[in-house]
């Protein structure tokens, strides 16, 4: 049987960036290399696409990335190319790089917020994970917000603050977030995961230096009321039988050794 050439992304240029190597470390751990031959393609934080020897990558719990890699390009008309869909290999006699399916097992802005799930679209590439839309609305914590809200689901109350706006009015912001939702609350930049940039803050003192670092990664920020309450994840896919339910995990409860599941934690 045919090995299905699986293209598996990692790094990036977000803040995710070092997470995303220990994520993607753990799926080419546990790919089946009976089914699957790995096509390794790190990103560094300068946006280079870079192929790597997988035989170097194995049994590893975090992914370097290398210097000297040999850079590749996605060519948005893979019908151009040889094989169909492939990496070219940039330089020496730029061979093409087959590939069947891209695993992008990588986080935050410039990732997994529809931009590389759209350039895979573009290339008419299949590709694991969300769609552009869901990915773009799951990524903007505000957007993801009302959708929730205008469906029907309680979200916690929150303000959002645009840069430009906050440091023109840094007084009157605070005071409107002191009035609307109290202490403590959590800063968060609006588009980031991993906990990168958030903080608890529990008193007014606290809340510009918080704002000023989440504002480090992102040009907007939710302030969001800090609520007592468990916090439960379930993972959901869709069901591609029509009228079938989702498939749904189990439920699983986050209990952080630190004072919130922070990036430490």
């Known amino acids: 049987m045919k090995k299905l050439r699986v293209a598996?992304?990692?790094?990036?240029?977000?803040?995710e960036h070092e997470v995303s190597l220990q994520?993607?470390?753990s799926v080419i751990n546990y790919l089946d290399r009976e089914r699957f031959e790995i096509v390794p393609v790190a990103i560094d934080k300068r946006g280079r696409w870079q192929l790597n020897d997988i035989s170097l990558l194995e049994g590893k719990k975090s992914l370097p990335v290398f210097k000297n890699a040999p850079n590749v390009v996605l060519p948005p008309n893979p019908a151009e190319t040889s094989g169909g869909s492939a990496?070219?290999?940039l330089g020496e006699s730029g061979e093409a790089r087959g590939v069947d399916v891209v695993f992008p097992v990588m986080h935050g802005p410039l990732c997994e917020d529809g931009t590389i799930q759209g350039l895979l679209e573009l290339a008419d590439l299949p590709y694991v994970g969300c769609g552009v839309l869901a990915s773009a609305i799951a990524m903007d914590k505000e957007m993801a917000k009302r959708v929730a809200?205008?469906?029907?689901?309680?979200?916690?109350?929150y303000v959002s603050l645009k840069h430009e706006v906050w440091k023109k009015e840094k007084q009157q912001l605070a005071k409107s977030i002191e009035e609307q939702l109290g202490y403590p609350v959590f800063v968060k930049p609006a588009n980031?995961?991993?906990s990168v940039g958030v903080h608890k803050v529990k008193e007014p003192s606290g809340?510009?230096?918080?704002?000023e670092d989440a504002f480090n990664y992102d040009r907007k920020v939710l302030v969001e009321?800090?609520?007592n309450a468990r916090e439960i994840e379930v993972s959901v896919l869709e069901n591609l039988e029509g009228g079938a339910d989702p498939?749904?995990?189990?439920?699983?409860?986050?209990d952080p050794t630190h004072e919130f599941y922070s990036y430490e934690a």
């Open 149 to 157: 809200r205008d469906a029907g689901i309680p979200i916690v109350p």
């Open 225 to 227: 009321a800090a609520v």
């Open 23 to 25: 994520s993607a470390a």
């Open 192 to 194: 980031l995961g991993s």
């Open 207 to 211: 809340l510009n230096p918080a704002l």
């Open 8 to 15: 598996v992304l990692y790094g990036g240029r977000s803040g």
């Open 247 to 254: 498939l749904v995990s189990i439920p699983g409860e986050i």
């Open 87 to 89: 990496l070219i290999r």
